[in-house]
């Protein structure tokens, strides 16, 4: 599970990301899901909605690499069908 670690003042903030909700707009149009982390550096996206054009597929994965997400598992149903490997 990925994590974010913020120091205020004298005092250590573990944040633990359990999920992300991400909306990415473009000129062919907009696409969102929700993405449950797994493990220490992966994510498995469920409830994706709207156009998933080759730049919107360009942009998850620089969004993925900008938060340390080295994979994305791709859910259907109950079961993540589809993986995509980061770099």
């Known amino acids: 599970m990925s994590y974010k670690v913020t120091q205020l003042n004298d005092i ?12 990415l707009k473009s000129p062919e149009g907009v ?11 992966g994510v498995t996206v469920y409830l ?10 360009v942009a998850i994965r620089q969004w993925a690499e900008l938060r340390g997400i ?3 598992d791709w859910g259907r149903g109950r079961e993540a069908v589809t993986s995509m490997k980061m770099k």
Request: charged fraction near 30%; avoid cysteine.
């Open 70 to 72: 080295k994979h994305i």
């Open 31 to 41: 696409f969102k899901f929700i993405a449950q982390s797994e493990g220490v550096d």
């Open 12 to 23: 250590e903030v573990e944040e633990y990301i359990t999920a992300r909700i991400v909306r």
């Open 48 to 57: 994706g909605h709207g156009n998933l054009s080759l730049p919107i597929k």
